[in-house]
């Protein structure tokens, strides 16, 4: 399984961007996924998840009722649509996924794609 994320950019705070989680490879195998993020001199964090069943989601106290995760299994891509975006939100965003490969549970990463909110 492959990630490759994309729509991050510089934006006023205030608004908005949608970032893409394009999945490839062994996709039916994929479990849950999520968007963590990493600002500068400080460490990884969990955004959003969402599972595949039911897609229920779980989201950081830091982004609730401003940030929306979605996944949609047929076109293989998860999203992050994130509004009112604050200078805190500035950081490089990251895809996750676990995905089975036989009896084991795997991890993925996506490359990253940079967030930048302006004040």
């Known amino acids: 399984v492959q990630l490759v994320e994309s729509g991050g950019g510089l934006v006023q705070a205030g608004g908005s961007l949608r970032l893409s989680c394009a999945a490839s490879?062994?996709?039916?195998?994929?479990?849950?996924m999520g968007w963590y993020r990493q600002a500068p001199g400080k460490q990884r964090e969990s955004v959003a998840t969402i599972t595949r069943g039911d897609n229920s989601t779980n989201y950081a106290d830091s982004v609730k009722g401003r940030f929306t995760i979605s996944r949609d299994n047929a076109e293989n891509t998860m999203y992050l649509q994130m509004n009112s975006l604050q200078p805190e939100d500035t950081a490089v965003y990251y895809c996750?996924?676990?995905?089975?490969?036989?009896?084991?549970?795997?991890?993925?990463w996506g490359q990253g794609t940079l967030v930048t909110v302006s004040s």
């Open positions: 490879g062994n996709t039916f195998s994929i479990n849950a």
């Open positions: 996750n996924a676990f995905y089975h490969l036989g009896f084991r549970l795997l991890e993925v």
